[in-house]
Nanobody, 124 residues
Framework: QVQLVESGGKLVQAGDSLRLSCAAS????????MGWFRQAPGKEREFVAA????????KYTDSVKGRFTISRDNAKNTVYLQMNSLKPEDTAVYYC?????????????????WGKGTLVTVSS
């Protein structure tokens, strides 16, 4: 059984930085692309960032480009999301997910396993 556990979310102020982690188990982590998604109150879950199996390729939604960085440590079975220059509109529950179809897939139905999420709140 694949398990994904996110951590690192908290209340921060606008302009602050935060790093989220997602620890994976139950699958050969290094074989799969990973994605980060977020869901703000009253909104649909949306794609944030993705990374390929080796960590050499990544992609981002336009609203976070230049501010967020996705990375992974396959030795630790962990994927990270470094978030800088946070804005109130970044407030959401952040989820990691495994992407069996690769890093280029950015839809929620393209992911097969999800974590339970970690809440990031950015105050103005």
């Amino acid at each position: 059984q694949v398990q994904l556990v996110e951590s690192g979310g908290k209340l921060v102020q606008a302009g602050d930085s935060l790093r989220l982690s997602c620890a994976a188990s139950g699958r050969t982590f290094s074989l799969y692309a990973m994605g980060w998604f977020r869901q703000a109150p009253g909104k649909e879950r949306e794609f944030v960032a993705a990374i390929n199996f080796s960590g050499g390729i990544s992609k981002y939604t336009d609203s976070v480009k230049g501010r967020f960085t996705i990375s992974r440590d396959n030795a630790k079975n962990t994927v990270y999301l470094q978030m800088n220059s946070l804005k109130p509109e970044d407030t959401a529950v952040y989820y990691c997910a495994t992407s069996p179809q690769g890093w280029a897939v950015t839809t929620t139905d393209g992911m097969d396993y999800w974590g339970k999420g970690t809440l990031v709140t950015v105050s103005s």
